[in-house]
């Protein structure tokens, strides 16, 4: 089937005082009908901002160059910030983090969802009452008649995400971009969130970007992965493939970091690949990922890592052969 979202060569380039940053260096992102792709990395990444490209919601200075964003065939390359306001909300909604900063503070929940409604469609007050509570009813949020006369902040962190879902879902989206939808939550909150959202989604056949820095939360989430690092996509492929068999070293290092409960791993530090990602201007002239990596070796530094097949559409950005050899697990103990 076509894709709902096809996305190729996007770039983000911001220009700071007497440099250009380039946060997002040519990626490439497809969404098919009822899919979830989630985009993986840390922070500074580029996965926000890339999210952000795909809403027309960049920063005024950043500047967007893409070969082709296309929304079940219209073209958005070049479209007008007039036409993404009209876009967003309606055909792409978006799930922030914090639902505070998404919802008005001073506004009731009903009146925020009507609101909401009356920007897309033409309808009467009392329709746009009856499709908030069927919404509220659906994200399964308890009494939603008087939830609707609430303010954001009688809610809890959990019932506010779940608003924050039910006003994505009000007017139909085919797209939805959930940028770390459940990390301000506790751990049982995160989990009926997420299984809501997979529920929906997969009810509705609405496509799924899911962002997030852990990799713990895409399994059972979602259909294929794309791991970013410094701008760029490092590794791709179905889920199954690449939690099963991570090609790229920062990929393995994401899968080292997930906490296993009960099980304390001697010699590595839980959370966190050491080093940071670096700041990006200028074009790369060997792998991006070489000062963190702990499998890093003369061929990493000869140029910029191409991004290859390495079957079935398992995509890396790495010089290691794909088979997994020529890699020391010992090595990641003796980096940290
Ligand atoms: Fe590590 Fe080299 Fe692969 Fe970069 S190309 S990820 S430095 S092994
Ligand atoms: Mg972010």
């Known amino acids: 089937t076509a894709p709902i979202l096809e996305v190729t060569g996007l770039k983000v380039e911001i220009p700071v005082r007497d440099t250009v940053l380039r946060p997002v260096r040519g990626i490439d992102i497809s969404v098919a009908k009822g899919e979830t792709v989630a985009i993986v990395g840390e922070s500074g990444c580029g996965k926000s901002l890339t999210a952000l490209a795909i809403m027309g919601l960049l920063p005024r200075q950043a500047k967007l160059t893409s070969e082709r964003i296309d929304l079940n065939g219209e073209s958005l390359s070049e479209a007008s910030p007039r036409r993404w306001r009209k876009l967003r909300g309606d055909r792409i909604a978006m799930i922030f983090q914090d639902p505070m900063t998404a919802l008005d503070p001073c506004y009731r929940i009903g009146d925020q969802m009507a609101e909401i409604l009356k920007q897309h469609r033409k309808v009467s007050r009392s329709a746009a009452r009856e499709r908030s509570l069927e919404l509220l009813r659906k994200v399964g949020i308890p009494s939603p008649e008087e939830r609707l006369n609430q303010y954001p902040h009688q809610l809890s962190g959990g019932l506010r995400q779940r608003v924050m879902i039910a006003m994505a879902l009000l007017c139909e989206p085919e797209l939805i971009i959930a940028d770390e939808p459940t990390t301000a939550l506790d751990v049982t909150i995160q989990a009926q969130i997420l299984r809501l959202l997979r529920d929906i989604q997969r009810e509705t056949g609405i496509g799924l970007i899911l962002i997030t820095h852990d990799l713990g939360v895409v399994a059972g989430m979602a259909d294929r992965i794309v791991v970013m690092y410094g701008g760029e996509v490092v590794e791709a492929g179905t889920c199954d493939d690449v939690l099963a068999r991570p090609l790229h070293p920062y990929t393995e290092g994401l899968m080292r970091s997930i906490p296993v409960p009960g099980e304390t791993r001697r010699g590595e530090t839980l959370g966190f690949i050491p080093g940071v990602v670096p700041r990006q201007t200028g074009d790369l002239t060997r792998c991006g990922f070489l000062e963190r990596c702990p499998?890093?070796?003369?061929?990493?530094?000869?140029?910029?890592?191409?991004?290859?097949?390495?079957?079935?559409?398992?995509?890396?950005?790495?010089?290691?052969?794909?088979?997994?050899?020529?890699?020391?697990?010992?090595?990641?103990?003796?980096?940290?």
């Open 295 to 336: 499998y890093a070796h003369a061929p990493c530094a000869e140029g910029p890592i191409a991004l290859r097949d390495a079957g079935d559409g398992h995509l890396m950005r790495c010089v290691l052969p794909a088979d997994g050899s020529g890699r020391d697990p010992e090595a990641w103990t003796r980096q940290s």
